[in-house]
């Protein structure tokens, strides 16, 4: 299986790289998997729905303001999605860029929704971190994509679909 990097920068100046498993490519997604490293795990409900050595399934779609995350436990067990509100992906043939714009959403296997790291983003525009115009991007991509969930129309059949348990093994 193919590895390729993903370039993720944080605003203003972070940048790390994440080795990936390259899953799926065509021009209009990107489909890699990893097991994740959360800087801290997302519990609902007392169960933790997104940890450390969890794997995701991304989904990076060109042109879109978000990614979609499709999380398994470690027993392979699908807890639900996490997105990331992001600028449009930058893609060239052994990597892609993505710059991270704070706001995520995780959203449940029973279609509920949570929105994170809100502080974070609220923080960062206040200081200036984002620009006012990014940052109202930002805000449209999250409540867009809150639409789509609301609507039914989340996850597009291209995610809910993809993959089988054997190619989440890692």
């Known amino acids: 299986m193919q590895t390729i990097t993903l370039t993720y920068k944080r605003l203003p100046d972070r940048i790390n790289y994440f080795q990936q498993q390259l899953l799926y490519e065509d021009e209009d997604v990107i489909v890699t998997s990893q097991r994740v490293k959360p800087s801290s795990p997302i519990v609902l409900n007392g169960e933790t729905v997104l940890g450390d050595n969890f794997t995701a399934v991304w989904f990076v779609f060109t042109g879109l303001w978000y990614d979609i995350g499709k999380i ?99």
Do not use: H
């Not at 971190?129 to 999250?142: C, D, G, T, V």
């Open 72 to 170: 398994y436990n470690l027993n392979n067990e699908w807890t639900g999605y996490y997105c990331d509100i992001m600028k449009p992906v930058k893609r060239s043939p052994d990597q892609f860029e993505i710059v991270d714009l704070f706001l995520d959403l995780w959203v449940s296997p029973d279609g509920s929704y949570e929105i994170q790291d809100e502080d974070e983003f609220e923080t960062a525009l206040e200081k200036g971190i984002i620009a006012p115009e990014l940052a109202k991007k930002a805000r449209n991509a999250l409540d867009d994509l809150i639409g789509e969930v609301v609507s039914g129309k989340f996850p597009p059949e291209f995610v809910k679909n993809f993959g089988s348990q054997k190619q989440l093994e890692i």
